[in-house]
Structure formats: structure tokens, C-alpha cells
């Protein structure tokens, strides 16, 4: 594996059931073309020759009693590590590899699985492009990216086994080396039922987990996902991720919590910071979110300190226990808008102000926006009145504190501030109060269900409001979305 130029023969060492580089994944040997193999790995090691591990076997350390599986001592001369390999054969040559911490009683069948989990890091989350499902099992294991994590400071979790990300109303996509794992399970030991089952694959080759309104099928009867249970760890980078929600910033990764997830959207648990390794696991498997550039409003673009300033001072005003919501929010909006204009910033007086009225026309406009969003076929949704009442701008909300972390996790989720801009990220915000306050409106004693807060973490921290900008809204719509003021008429509609 070490030799750039011994790619072929690499290759030639595996089983046709092994999994092996293909593309930006992995798929069975069987599948893969030889010479564009070699020539991947000759690309790969070149490219990584001052990061990638250096190994070197030391010892035979026992062997199955099948022979099926050998450990080995390996040294690794880059780190100056000792450390367990494991591999499985197959009639003589390579089924799987893998790093592990310390020698187990592995069965064939055993460290299959166990290899096949580590196939995220061969996407992501290592400092070179990993050669084989054994570099990716090392940089798991013993590398470690240099990486601050930043949240809000009252971000709390622990898993509460609800299974609501098992079976909440959103779709679920894997890679395709997924199915290899999944084939993997001993599901007659497992799960009889499921013994050979296949995702269906969509038309652009991923695999479909789980569809809009369906639960998972691999959620077992005593609430636990099942592969997770097998395994011992969450292989499926949604599944992994959730309730957390990353977003690379020039000082770290920012991590926002979904209030899908009931602890997390109640402060229940632990603050993520504690369990750092954990952050990292569901980092690696993330599709983290990434900007180029920073702006306050559309075309008006800042630099990274004052996006993260007036970000926070977003988050500080949500949360300021002495007013009411509503007027949180405007206070917010009369930020951005000095900013913007570059005009004195004075708290005191926006306190005391009222907001501008608006005219009947204006109003039925945004009416009609928020008629549109309460039409979107959303089993939340379709509870709800499809008439706004006339007394909206005279409501606040009920449960402020769990609104509150919703509102704040939409902004530090940056899930509509990097590709929109801060202004518009605050104005969705605002949508979102609304569409909190017609649930109110439609619960008889005036509080929101679980499925109502679920569905509140749809639209905001998992971004689905974004298509009120849909593509096709006229450019005049989206500029002006993109305004302070546009913020304060959806307070006083």
C-alpha cells in the first residue's frame, strides 16, 4: 500500500467482496476497474505522501480459530504509534482491514462491519484522501483535526431515545457504500424481516434511507436505530449528525442544535462542549456549511469579525428577558437597518418606539406569503387555518424559552445568513415567530404540540423557508425580503 507505484498489485490483494477506493467512496473490488484503481491510489498517494501513515508490521499477534482473522502489531512512523491491525481473509486474500484500538474476538463477519463503519472517513474528515478502508480506520482513530467548536451558551443534549429523527417528516439520503454495510448486518440474527434488504436508489445514485412521512425501517422495537445497535456507533452521516447542525467560520466550526430534537430544543442534557470526541465523530460525517463571503443584506457584503458581531448581538437580543418577543425582534431588525445606513445605534430609543403602520394593501400581500407557506404539503401544515386571523399583531407567543432557542439556533445555524445575508436570515427568523404564533392560534389551549415544534425546526434551522426565495420569485420580491423594514411589517401585520 505504500508504494506509489504498486497500485496494481494492492488491487490484486483483495477479495472481489472487499471494499476499495472507487471514486470518492468505496464499492467491491469486483466493481472496479484495475488500472483505474492504480491509478487512483498512484494520484492519492502523491498527492498525500506528507500526511498519509507510514506502516510497517511488527508481529502476528493471534488468529481466529478459523483463520478467518489475523491481528498484527503494526508500527505507523509518522506518529511513532504501535498499534493493532486487524484484517479478514478470504480464501487467502484481503475481505476487509482495519485499525482498532485494542485486539477484539472478532468473527469474520464481525470485523466486516466494523471496517465497513469507518467508510464516512473516506469521504471526509482526514488530512489527505485516504488510500484504503485502513487509512480511513487510522485517521479515525488517531488523527485529530485542529478544530474549535463554537455553540450557543445554553446548548444542552442528551439523546432521549423520542425516535422523532426516526421518523420525523423529512427525507433521508446515504451514499451508496451504505448498502455494503447494510448488507453486512446479520440481520437472521438481527432483524429475520430485513434480511436482504435494498434501499432503492434514487436517480442521482444515492440511496433512499427514508422518505417524507415515513418512518425508518430500521428502527427496532425497543426505540433504537438497529445498525446502530449492531455496530455500537451511528455509521449514517444524517442519523450521526442529528440534533447538531455545523458551519465552518474562519475561527472554527460553529454547532447549532435542531429543536426537532426535543432535549435540544428544551436545554435538556449536556453541553455538546463537554463531549468534544463526540462533536468530532458527527463533525466528519457532516455536510458542514461553508461561506466565500459574509454580508449584512443582499450585495452588501462585511468583514468575517463583523458578520460574527452583529450575529451574536442577534442571538443577545432573543434572548433579552425584559421586553416581550415581538419587541426582541423589532429591536433586531432596527439593528440591522442602522447598520446597513450607517447610522448611530441608540437601544433606547427604538425601545420606546412603535412600529411603522402599514397599508392594507401591503398587508394582504404578506398575508398572501404566509397563506402560500401554510399550503406547502406539510402534515404540520395542513392542520392549520388557512385564514390569517385579523388580531395577529396584537398576539405573543406563550412558551417564549423553547421559541427563543428555536429562533436563536436559525441564526447561529447560518442556515439562511451564508447564502442569503444576515438581514434576510433575521426576516425568516421573523417568518418563523409568525408561523408560531397561527400554531398558538390553532391549539385550543394555545400550546404548540411536539409536531408543531418539529415542524418549526423544519422551516428554520433545517432551511426549508428557503423556498419563499424559490427560484422564478421575482427579483423585486427578493430584494425586498432582503430589507430591515420588510422585518418589521411582518411584526404589525
Known sequence: MGDTDGGSRFYHLHAACAAIRSGEGVRPAAEVDPVDFAAAHRDISLSGHETLPTFHREA????????????????????????????????????????????KRWSYQDGLLQSLGNYPWMRNGTPATPRSMLDASFFRYYWRAPLTFQTLPDARFNCMMSTVCCKHDYEITLPPEAQMLID??????????????????????????????????????????????????????????????????????????????GAARRGIGVPPLHREEDLRE?????????????????????????????????????????????????????????????????????????????????REALRGMLVRVLGWDRAALRGLPSVIPPTLADLEANET???????????FSKVYSYPFDLTTALNFVIVLYVMALLMQVASPDGVL?????????????????????????????????????????????
Not at 457532516?286 to 466565500?292: D, N, P, T, V
Request: hydrophobic share 40%.
Open 449 to 493: 404540540t411536539d409536531v408543531m415544534w418539529q415542524e418549526l425546526g423544519s422551516l428554520g434551522v433545517h432551511g426549508l423557508l428557503k423556498f419563499l426565495l424559490h427560484e422564478g420569485v421575482p427579483d423585486g420580491f427578493r430584494a425586498t425580503f432582503g430589507t430591515a423594514e420588510f422585518g418589521q411589517w411582518l411584526l404589525v401585520l
Open 184 to 261: 453486512a448486518v446479520p440481520w437472521t440474527r438481527v432483524q429475520p424481516q430485513l434480511t436482504g434488504t435494498q434501499l432503492p436508489v434514487r436517480p442521482d445514485g444515492k440511496l433512499q434511507l427514508k422518505k417524507l412521512n415515513e418512518h425508518c425501517r430500521f428502527l427496532g422495537s425497543q426505540r433504537q436505530c438497529l445498525i446502530h445497535q449492531t455496530l455500537g456507533r451511528q455509521p449514517f452521516g444524517p442519523c450521526s449528525v442529528f440534533p447538531f447542525s455545523f458551519a465552518h467560520t474562519p475561527e472554527g466550526i460553529s454547532v447549532a442544535m435542531s429543536p426537532i430534537c
Open 60 to 103: 502476528i499477534l493471534e488468529t481466529s480459530d478459523d483463520q478467518s482473522v489475523a491481528w498484527f502489531q503494526v508500527s505507523e512512523a509518522r506518529g511513532e504509534f504501535s498499534l493493532p491491525v486487524a484484517v479478514g481473509f478470504v480464501d487467502g486474500a484481503i475481505g476487509w482491514c482495519a485499525v482498532s484500538p485494542q485486539v
Open 401 to 411: 424559552s423553547v421559541l427563543v432557542r428555536i429562533l436563536q439556533n436559525t441564526v
Open 282 to 362: 458527527r463533525f466528519v460525517q457532516s455536510e458542514a456549511r461553508r461561506a466565500e463571503q459574509f454580508r449584512l443584506a443582499p450585495e452588501m457584503e462585511i468583514p468575517w469579525q463583523t458578520f460574527r458581531d452583529v450575529e451574536k448581538a442577534l442571538c443577545d437580543l432573543l434572548v433579552e428577558p425584559a421586553i416581550p418577543l415581538r419587541q426582541r425582534l423589532y429591536l433586531c431588525t432596527r439593528l440591522l437597518a442602522s447598520l446597513r445606513n450607517a447610522e448611530p445605534l441608540d437601544m433606547n430609543q427604538w425601545v420606546n418606539e412603535s412600529p411603522a403602520p402599514i397599508s392594507d394593501e401591503l
